[in-house]
């Protein structure tokens, strides 16, 4: 199963990436119905919004992603100058990094591949932009896929639903089917306005300590943080990296790598907890588990759909009796926590009965 899911992964990526819109935005869709506007009227206006946003960042983020991988090579080596003993793990990531590009061009000359993109980092560049094609028709099969899944959803609905004979069995479904919808858009769109927030935060907190392509690290702290644990920490080294490099001395880049820090604890610990629902909330074991493993599937792409699904998962499991005892394994609630406690407690009094 998992070789299947890894070899389809150029029709599965954009397909749940469409499925995980698509039961996000219709409750967008829906709203604008109750205004009067038409189906396919509103599924045009998600979906242009959709490409807008995608197309304004990708001119936004041009130039500087361009030339923070050109500098790249650059940065390796000032930090090499830096902390002489990183000299030998950074030589084996340059010559990674080289390998990989050498494989995405094709792999015939590898060594002169590897020589020529220290130099100026044209071998990273080149893979992007072979890759670049690839991304857009997958970009585009979403897109199209969510238009005509959003411009027909009554009848996708319609058509699901008679399939289960009892009647008290179809209330269910289309009872779990809006729950679904309720709870995924909610927990989507309260992430993304945190995650938005802290990008801003992020930002205006490296263009104050002086750091080169702020709008680059808070845009950054905004994709990371869609990525549970992982993306904190990563967003934290990649700051204090580029900190130690292009300012002088240890103080301030540790204070600039603390600043980021602080940010993400604050809102992991404070913000995130108050704005999801408890209901909403995962067991972090399992997060971390899942996102591990469809990162080694899909790999970026696989870190952002895999707690969309657990929330998707969580709620059928809340609708599906045989599932109850997964659905409480998944859950991250309070409740869930008390159980947990008093279960020595229940052994003991089997014990001495």
């Known amino acids: 199963m998992f070789a299947a899911i890894t070899l389809a992964r150029s029709f599965l990526m954009p397909l749940t990436l469409a499925v995980l819109l698509f039961v996000?935005?219709?409750?967008?869709?829906?709203?604008?119905?109750?205004?009067?506007?038409?189906?396919?009227?509103?599924a045009t206006l998600v979906t242009l919004a959709l490409l807008v946003g995608v197309l304004v960042a990708m001119v936004v983020l041009a130039v500087p992603l361009t030339t923070a991988v050109e500098d790249a090579p650059k940065i390796f080596a000032e930090l090499q100058v830096k902390f002489p003993a990183l000299q030998g793990p950074i030589s084996e990531i340059r010559d990674a990094i080289d390998?990989?590009?050498?494989?995405?061009?094709?792999?015939?000359?590898p060594l002169t591949v590897v020589t020529a993109a220290p130099a100026n980092g044209s071998g990273m560049l080149t893979s992007i932009a072979l890759?670049?094609?690839?991304?857009?028709?997958?970009?585009?099969?979403?897109l199209v896929l969510l238009f005509f899944a959003l411009a027909s959803r009554e009848l996708l609905y319609r058509r699901t639903v008679p399939g289960f004979a009892a009647a008290a069995e179809r209330n269910e479904v289309l009872s779990a089917m809006h729950t679904i919808e309720s709870s995924l858009g909610h927990y989507l769109g309260a992430i993304t306005l945190i995650n938005a927030g802290l990008g801003v935060a992020v930002g205006f907190a490296m263009w104050a300590w002086g750091m080169p392509a702020a709008i680059l690290f808070g845009v950054g702290a905004f994709a990371f943080n869609s990525i549970p644990y992982v993306g904190a920490v990563a967003g934290v080294l990649v700051a204090t990296l580029v900190a130690l490099v292009t300012m002088d001395g240890f103080v301030v880049p540790i204070l600039v790598g603390s600043t980021y820090l602080a940010l993400t604890s604050a809102e992991g610990q404070l913000v995130t907890p108050y704005f999801v629902s408890q209901r909403l909330r995962l067991n972090t074991v399992i997060v971390f588990i899942a996102v591990a493993l469809f990162t080694w599937l899909w790999s970026v792409v696989g870190m952002i759909v895999a707690?969309?699904?657990?929330?998707?998962?969580?709620?059928i499991c809340q609708f599906v009796p045989g599932l109850a005892g997964l659905g409480s394994f998944l859950s991250g609630g309070e409740a869930d926590e008390m159980e947990v406690q008093t279960l020595p407690e229940r052994s003991a009094e089997r014990m001495k009965s």
């Open 131 to 142: 890759t670049t094609p690839a991304v857009f028709a997958q970009l585009i099969f979403t």
């Open 307 to 315: 707690v969309p699904l657990l929330v998707v998962l969580n709620v």
């Open 99 to 109: 390998r990989i590009s050498a494989l995405s061009v094709g792999g015939a000359q």
């Open 24 to 42: 996000a935005f219709t409750p967008v869709c829906r709203a604008m119905g109750r205004l009067g506007v038409p189906q396919a009227v509103a």
